[in-house]
Structures are given as structure tokens and as C-alpha cells.
């Protein structure tokens, strides 16, 4: 389905979602980007350095909250522009269920050239853990 900038309004609210994370998607995620820092995997090191866990990359939380847009418009390419700001980490127990991203998303501006400004919510629990998250998506 492809949204036409003339079905969405200020407030259009995009469906929410959420996004296991698991240390194996963490080292899959490792892998993938290079990011093998090992506050993102060793737990002791994690500890060490003061954090409460291994934490999920921050670009990793930041890839799963734009799918609540891509999903929505239905094509990754839409998104012009994406920026947030980290403020909490994303602890991840090694307890085989992991943890989640919970992201909501809605049309908090309609711009010229048929764009849009969406805010996400992201959060980790009761934590909100990217701030300012926003994008601006082309629609048809």
C-alpha cells in the first residue's frame, strides 16, 4: 500500500510496533556493521565500564524504530531525512528472551513538496531512549 500525501493529517498516527532484540541479534547486528565494540557483547566488560548490561548499539535501536516508517509509507527510499538523539541505553539480558524496542510514530507536520515530518516514540521499557527521533518522508 503506498500513502498519498492527501490521506495523512497533522496527528495521522502510523501502527506501532515492537522489536525483540537478543545478544544474537546484537552479534548478527556486530557482524553486519563492524561495530565490534564489546560493550554491545561481553557482558564483564559491560559491567566494567559501568553500564547495566551489554547495551544495543545505538544504530541498531535507530534502524528498528525507522521500520515503523518504512513499513507505514512502504518504501524505504521515501525517507529523505532521519535524525534522533541517544538517551538511554538499551540493556540486553542474557537470558534467551532478551528485550524490546517499543516504537509509536505519528505525523507531527505536513511540509511542501508533498513531505511529511513523523515523530517516534522509541522506548525500552518505561525508558525513552532515543529523543527528537524524527523523519521526513515523500509521499506520492
Not at 538499551?90 to 534467551?96: E, Q, R, W
Request: charged share 20%; hydrophobic share 45%; proline share 6%.
Amino acid at each position: 500500500m503506498t500513502i498519498s500525501f492527501d490521506q495523512v493529517e497533522v496527528g495521522t498516527e502510523l501502527p506501532a510496533q515492537s522489536f525483540p532484540v537478543t545478544r544474537a541479534a546484537l552479534v548478527q547486528y556486530a557482524g553486519a556493521s563492524g561495530d565490534f565494540n564489546p560493550i554491545h557483547w561481553n557482558e564483564k566488560f559491560a559491567l566494567e565500564v559501568g553500564l547495566p548490561d551489554v547495551i544495543a548499539h545505538g544504530m541498531f535501536t535507530m534502524a528498528e524504530a525507522i521500520r515503523v516508517v518504512t513499513d507505514w509509507v512502504g518504501d524505504p527510499g521515501a525517507v529523505v531525512d532521519y535524525g534522533v538523539r541517544f538517551t538511554k541505553p538499551v540493556p540486553v539480558p542474557n537470558d534467551g528472551v532478551g528485550t524490546v524496542i517499543e516504537v509509536t510514530g505519528k505525523v507531527a507536520a505536513l511540509l511542501d513538496d508533498r513531505r511529511v515530518r513523523v515523530d517516534l516514540v522509541v522506548k525500552n521499557g518505561e525508558n525513552k531512549v532515543l529523543n527528537m527521533s524524527r523523519a521526513v518522508v515523500q509521499l506520492g
